[in-house]
Every structure is written in C-alpha cells, then in structure tokens.
Antibody, heavy 125, light 109 residues
Framework: EVQLVESGGGVVQPGGSLRLSCAAS????????MSWVRQAPGKGLEWVSA????????YYADSVRGRFTISRDNSKNTLFLQMNSLRADDTALYYC??????????????????WGQGTLVTVSS | QSALTQPASVSGSPGQSITISCTGT?????????LSWYQHHPGKAPKVLIY???KRPSGVSNRFSGSKSGYTASLTISGLQPEDEGDYYC??????????FGGGTKLTV
C-alpha cells in the first residue's frame, strides 16, 4: 500500500525558514517523480514544485522559485521541501504527491496518483 | 499563468448526473492530453479520478467519466451518491515541466 506522510509544518515568522519532509513507503521510491502541492486557507490547490526520480530535474512554480528548494533522499525514501524567505501568502496545507512517471515530461502517465494528508505551514508574526 | 476555469459550485440530487467543466488555453488543455481530475474531501488526501483526459484508474467507480474537446474538459458523475459531496479539481500539464490546477468546484449532493 502506498503511503505518503508529511511532517515539518508549523508556525514561522515572515522571512523565516522551514523544511518539510515526506516519508514514502509501498513503492519503489526512486522510480517515480514527486511533487509538492499546497492549499491556502479557503483556496484551491496550487502546484508548488516537482522533481524527477533521480532528483536531477527540479521544477518550481513562479511563486516560489528562488525561495523554495525541492530535494529527495532515495536511500531513505524521503522527499523534502526547504522553504526560505517565507511570506504570509505561503500559509497553506502542503501536500506531498507521487507522480506516476519517473521524469516530469509530457508523456503518458503524467499525473498525481497518490497524495499524503498534508502538513500545515503558517507564516505569521 | 491563471488557474484553469471551473464553476465554483454544482449541485445534484442522489441518482442524478452532473457535469463539471474545466476550461484552459492553448498552453495547457489545448496542447496536451494530460488533464486529470481529483476528488478532495476536507481533511483527507486528494484522490485521482481521471487522468490523461479520460482514463480511469483501477478502483475508481465507473460512475466517474472524463472527456475533453479543444480547450474544455468535463468530468461527469452519474448516479450521484451522498459520499460524492466534496471538492473537485482539474489539473493539466502546462509545459516547461509545470502543472496548473483549476480553481475547484464544490459539489453538493
């Protein structure tokens, strides 16, 4: 059974940093791209970042590029999101999602097939 | 890039069918057959219902179906059940290794 469990959320002041983790199990982690998707309070889903199975290809939404860094440790089946220079509009529930292909290219299978339940990040003074 | 356009809300009675639309541009829906639909109950993990415009993952009820024509995709739910109530999102590959979601549609049964 595929399981994705996020952790690391919390309350942080504007300008601060936070590192999210996503522990994966039930599948061959390195064979799949992974992603972070967030949902601000009362808003819809917003794609944040993705990376390939090897970790060599990393991709970001314009809203977080230059502030967030996505990475993975395939030896520990864990996905990370390092968030720096946090702003109030980064406040959201952050979901980890598995992508059903190994590289993020427009090909068959490119979709989010499993999701975690999210970890809450609140940016407030 | 603006979110894909979905109606804010739809409603239906048990047993009826409803359709949720999702409209994009030539940068996303118009260029790729990579539109997916997700069901989201608050406090739970989102669940994929449809991928590649019209494919249904194993285990997803055949009451859910997807289609696409040009820049507009549709999710149809037939035989509405109370447990279908929740939020529904479309999502498309948007080029340059990125994705774009719709604004979400709240379904009331």
């Amino acid at each position: 059974e595929v399981q994705l469990v996020e952790s690391g959320g919390g309350v942080v002041q504007p300008g601060g940093s936070l590192r999210l983790s996503c522990a994966a199990s039930g599948f061959n982690f390195s064979n799949y791209a992974m992603s972070w998707v967030r949902q601000a309070p009362g808003k819809g889903l917003e794609w944040v970042s993705a990376l390939s199975g090897s970790g060599l290809g990393t991709y970001y939404a314009d809203s977080v590029r230059g502030r967030f860094t996505i990475s993975r440790d395939n030896s520990k089946n864990t996905l990370f999101l390092q968030m720096n220079s946090l702003r109030a509009d980064d406040t959201a529930l952050y979901y980890c999602a598995k992508i059903d292909v190994v590289v993020v290219v427009p090909a068959k299978g490119l979709h989010f097939d499993y999701w975690g339940q999210g970890t809450l990040v609140t940016v407030s003074s | 890039q603006s979110a894909l356009t979905q109606p804010a809300s739809v409603s239906g009675s048990p047993g009826q069918s409803i359709t949720i639309s999702c409209t994009g541009t030539d940068s996303d829906l118009g260029s790729y057959n990579l539109l997916s639909w997700y069901q989201h109950h608050p406090g739970k993990a989102p669940k994929v219902l449809i991928y590649e415009d019209s494919k249904r993952p194993s285990g997803v009820s055949n009451r859910f179906s997807g289609s696409k024509s040009g820049y507009t995709a549709s999710l149809t739910i037939s035989g509405l059940q109370p447990e279908d109530e929740g939020d529904y999102y479309c999502c498309s590959y948007a080029g340059s290794n990125s994705f774009i979601f719709g604004g979400g549609t709240k379904l009331t049964v």
